[in-house]
């Protein structure tokens, strides 16, 4: 166990490297630098000015030694600066990134759970009403654009039936109260939240009812059913465990995926995440900010990983590793 | 795309080691698609959008980018599908948009089974150190976020319709490559594939000829349903205003529309009921696949 805790471990370290490797070749393929940041800010500048600049910050130097240095850099926690929000890209992701990781994981956990009950509800009548409802609305989550689904969403619950905010994630002015303020919150990410669940809700339901299907057709099921225990009991405390398992992996598998769903959510409704920090870069191509941007979502994704990893290893020590 | 079952049957007929008498299996998948209603209703209405893709901008020559109405009309008489806040038609652009779609799908779609196939057949025919390796490559890949990553390869390189297609690909190959390896690894332990290595076939021979067309079933579902995700992430990418300036495509319309669309509810739902319905259809005939080449798992 605690050798496996460190390679794996050892492994996201690797991973984390490579995607700093890949972070320095494409901020070497972008146009511009640094200096011509800078000297665009200021308005221009004389060549021998920003040969000067170039100079001090070591971008005169052998590619190798750059790449070292900015390895060095970016494990101390320094991945640049953005000119135009006169801040460290550092600075920048803490202050987007809790927005989309709350936006992320609250969706998940809400997709997991209600997509499992769906299924479950689904597979006791397989030939139902409801086993049906859910076939369709797994094609739909599969064919339904996110960010589409967002705006008309917005247009019904925001527009027609004015019940949520439109925009944002706080109310101006923001309520006095501590509770007041968290509500406030909550009562803005409903939306969002439910447009990024939806989808995955969708698909989540048709594979617990197919893995449902399976487990209730198994041996232990008819055991704990011969034995007279009710079919309540047969089916919370047995079937849905195992039934619920391919479910928690394939959300452990599509973190990377639902992080790029909020991104286009959150530029749907205006949050203030990565998605819209990322969009603005990309408009005044601002480099160290799209990369940063990169590197946090991998970062981030790379660490949930290892987390879902240990953990599945804590609950079902026959599993090798689920990436 | 069309009729997926014709191309692989070809390629099975024609294989050596099956040379008496004709592969029943896939006959029987092909009636069995044939007689599941739900997959030939997608089959049709794909067919028929590939055709307004082809020949929509002729019957219908107006540009798209032009102004021809007042801005943000109502669906009416002279715009069925109402204008957008410049006074263009959207009508005319989910026509013309229908072409870029489609060959940006289609094109992007193949180079992601390409890269993919190719990754998971070597990593699962070859395994140890070799499946290792590509294996440790392909997780790396898949903890990019895919948009974000594409994302960035745009606004590194350019928004050139070819980068667009690439960054695609680049960021979607892990799925089929895990794929691929998978039913590699399971149908290379069969009898025939020994067999096939003891008269001293090479090994791109056993790889191309014996296994992959084995594997095919399972990947060809894999790669329709492919096709319904990238005309949804194209979409995505250009309702971020990241591809070609001097093409229209519906994600382009949505996006360009997001400033208006409370006044306008029109610029919006129509290139999106667009999209939904193409992809819903790529889902149909993924689904009827499905339950052609599983028939004892239908409607799971």
């Not at chain 1, 303020?181 to 339901?205: E, G, K, M, Q």
């Not at chain 1, 041996?219 to 089916?235: F, H």
């Not at chain 2, 060809?220 to 990418?237: F, K």
Request: net charge neutral.
């Amino acid at each position: 166990m605690k050798q496996a805790i460190i390679q794996r471990i050892f492994l996201g370290i690797v991973m984390i490297t490579a995607v700093i490797i890949l972070n320095f070749f494409l901020l070497h393929a972008a146009p511009g630098d640094v200096v011509d940041a800078m000297l665009a800010e200021g308005g221009g500048g004389d060549p021998e000015l920003a040969a000067r600049l170039r100079a001090s910050y070591g971008l005169d130097e052998a590619t190798h030694i750059q790449l070292i240095k900015y390895l060095g850099q970016v494990f101390r926690g320094d991945l640049g600066y953005s000119f135009y929000y006169d801040q460290s890209v550092t600075d920048l992701l803490l202050g987007h990134l809790p927005t989309t990781l709350m936006l992320t994981i609250s969706a998940l956990i809400l997709a997991v759970v209600i997509g499992t009950l769906f299924g479950v509800y689904a597979a006791l009548k397989p030939k139902g009403i409801f086993s049906n409802f859910v076939t369709v609305l797994s094609l739909f989550g599969y064919a339904t654009p996110v960010f589409w689904l967002g705006m008309i969403i917005l247009l019904v619950f925001a527009l027609y039936l004015p019940l949520f905010p439109a925009f944002g994630i706080r109310s101006l002015p923001e309520p006095e109260h501590a509770v007041g303020r968290i509500l406030d919150i909550i009562h803005h990410l409903v939306l969002p939240t439910f447009t990024l669940a939806i989808l995955y809700l969708a698909s989540y339901s048709r594979i617990s009812r197919a893995s449902m299907l399976d487990v209730l057709g198994s041996d232990y099921i008819r055991t704990a059913r011969a034995k007279g225990l009710s079919e309540t009991k047969v089916i919370f405390k047995h079937a849905l465990k195992n039934a619920a398992m391919p479910v928690v992996t394939l959300a452990g598998l599509q973190l990377a995926q639902v992080f790029s769903g909020a991104i286009l959510v959150e530029t749907v409704f205006s949050l203030p995440g990565v998605g819209p920090l990322l969009y603005e870069s990309i408009v005044r191509r601002d480099f160290p900010v799209i990369l940063g941007v990169l590197f946090g979502a991998a970062s981030t994704t790379i660490i949930a990983n290892i987390i879902t990893d240990l953990i599945y290893k804590y609950m079902d020590p026959r599993i090798q590793s689920i990436t | 795309m069309t009729q997926p079952n014709t191309p692989n049957s070809d390629q099975i007929f024609s294989s050596e080691e099956i040379t008496s008498e004709p592969d029943v299996k896939w006959q029987d998948t092909f009636h069995l698609f044939c007689a599941n209603r739900a997959a030939l209703l997608g089959l049709t209405f794909v067919c028929l959008f590939i055709l307004v893709g082809i020949f929509g901008p002729i019957v219908i020559p107006a540009d798209p980018f032009e102004m021809v109405a007042m801005p943000l009309m109502s669906p009416n008489g002279q715009t069925l599908f109402g204008s957008d806040y410049l006074g263009r038609d959207v009508f005319v652009g989910i026509i013309h948009g229908a072409r870029p779609t489609m060959i940006i799908a289609v094109t992007a779609t193949l180079v992601t089974v390409l890269i993919g196939i190719t990754i998971g057949a070597i990593a699962g025919y070859y395994g140890g150190m070799v499946d290792n390796v590509l294996m440790r490559i392909t997780e790396f890949f898949q903890v990019l976020p895919p948009l974000v990553f594409a994302m960035v390869i745009v606004a590194v390189f350019s928004s050139h319709i070819v980068v667009v297609i690439l960054a695609i690909a680049i960021t979607t190959w892990p799925t089929e490559a895990r794929l691929t390896r998978a039913e590699f690894l399971k149908i290379k332990e069969n009898e025939y594939v020994t067999a096939s290595r003891a008269i001293g076939d090479r090994n791109f021979r056993i790889i191309t000829k014996i296994i992959l067309p084995n594997a095919m079933p399972p990947l060809m579902i894999a790669i329709t349903l492919r096709v319904g995700i990238t005309v949804i992430y194209e979409a995505a990418l250009s309702f971020l205003g990241l591809t070609d300036p001097d093409v229209i495509t519906w994600g382009k319309m949505i996006g360009q529309s997001r400033d208006f669309f409370f006044e306008a509810w029109w610029t919006v739902t129509f290139p999106g009921v667009a999209i939904l319905l193409v992809v819903l259809c790529i889902a149909l005939i993924g689904d009827g696949l499905n339950d052609a080449f599983n028939p004892k798992l239908r409607g799971r």
